[in-house]
Every structure is written in structure tokens, then in C-alpha cells.
């Protein structure tokens, strides 16, 4: 006889395994983001910069699926610690654009070492972890769909 499966039970849900494995992955990247005077929220607006600068602030919320009252403290104490300057557009004064500093640009080099850091924290082979990107990447397009 096939035993009924508790459809709330807390190993059964989706969304408590997401939240401990997110808190747990992001744990991991708190000593390696230490020596270069980053949170993890940081790191992520700088890997959107390394791939794209200058974003205004609406680009970068957007990259970042961030709302600005989320985002706007973030880029103030990273523009507090001198890697990135935001101004007003010149060609559009309600534009607040984003631009790395030399410094921001500069510690690029340092976090190149990251990714590799952290699938070696985890041990898990590199095709593993980039199915894994690719389910969660169809998640977060099926929820962003339902929440319309």
C-alpha cells in the first residue's frame, strides 16, 4: 500500500528548499567577498556592471529584479567605497546613470577568482551546477509570469 505523502510537510516544499539552499549558498560567499569589501547584494550589482557600464538605475534594477528603495542604498555605499559614481544624464535629467570608477573597474581582476572558488566550496561537478542554474533560471520566468 502506497503511503500518502503529506503535501505539507516542510521537506515537501519548494519554497523552503530554495530559501535554506539560497541562504546556505550565500553564506559561502560571504568570507570570499570579505577581502574585497563586498556583500553579496553588492557583488551582484558589480557583476552587472563589469558586464554592462554605465546602467541607469532602472537598467540595473531591472538586470537585478530589484526595486529601487532596494537598489538605491546598495549603489550609495558602493559609490561610499569608490567603485562606482552616479550622475544625472545629460541627455536626460530624470536618468540617474551608473558608471564603475578605476577602482571598480580594477577590482574585476580580483573577483575573476570567485566562480571557481565557489563550485570548489561546493564540490559538486560544473554540469551539475549549471543544470541547476538553468532550472532555477525557469523558475524565476514561471513565477515572474504568474505574478504578471
Given at each position: 500500500?502506497?503511503?500518502?505523502?503529506d503535501?505539507?510537510?516542510?521537506?515537501?516544499?519548494?519554497?523552503?528548499?530554495?530559501?535554506?539552499?539560497?541562504?546556505?549558498?550565500?553564506g559561502?560567499?560571504r568570507?570570499?567577498?570579505?577581502p574585497?569589501?563586498l556583500t553579496?547584494?553588492?557583488?551582484?550589482?558589480?557583476?552587472?556592471?563589469?558586464?554592462?557600464d554605465?546602467?541607469?538605475?532602472?537598467?540595473l534594477?531591472?538586470?537585478?529584479?530589484?526595486e529601487?528603495a532596494?537598489?538605491?542604498?546598495?549603489?550609495?555605499?558602493?559609490?561610499?567605497?569608490?567603485?562606482i559614481?552616479?550622475?544625472?544624464?545629460?541627455?536626460?535629467?530624470?536618468?540617474?546613470?551608473?558608471?564603475?570608477?578605476?577602482?571598480g573597474?580594477?577590482?574585476?581582476?580580483r573577483?575573476?577568482?570567485?566562480?571557481?572558488?565557489?563550485?570548489?566550496?561546493?564540490?559538486?561537478?560544473?554540469?551539475?551546477?549549471?543544470?541547476?542554474?538553468?532550472?532555477?533560471?525557469?523558475?524565476?520566468?514561471?513565477?515572474?509570469?504568474?505574478n504578471?
Amino acid at each position: 500500500m502506497a503511503q500518502d505523502v503529506d503535501v505539507l510537510a516542510l521537506e515537501n516544499q519548494v519554497c523552503f528548499a530554495l530559501a535554506v539552499a539560497s541562504r546556505s549558498v550565500i553564506g559561502l560567499y560571504r568570507p570570499v567577498l570579505e577581502p574585497l569589501g563586498l556583500t553579496h547584494p553588492q557583488y551582484l550589482v558589480m557583476l552587472a556592471l563589469w558586464q554592462q557600464d554605465p546602467r541607469s538605475v532602472k537598467e540595473l534594477g531591472a538586470a537585478l529584479q530589484l526595486e529601487p528603495a532596494t537598489l538605491s542604498p546598495l549603489l550609495k555605499r558602493l559609490e561610499a567605497s569608490g567603485l562606482i559614481d552616479r550622475r544625472r544624464s545629460a541627455a536626460d535629467e530624470r536618468r540617474l546613470d551608473v558608471t564603475l570608477t578605476e577602482a571598480g573597474r580594477a577590482l574585476r581582476s580580483r573577483a575573476e577568482s570567485i566562480p571557481q572558488a565557489m563550485i570548489e566550496q561546493l564540490g559538486m561537478p560544473v554540469a551539475e551546477l549549471q543544470a541547476m542554474q538553468a532550472s532555477l533560471t525557469a523558475i524565476i520566468a514561471a513565477a515572474t509570469r504568474s505574478n504578471g
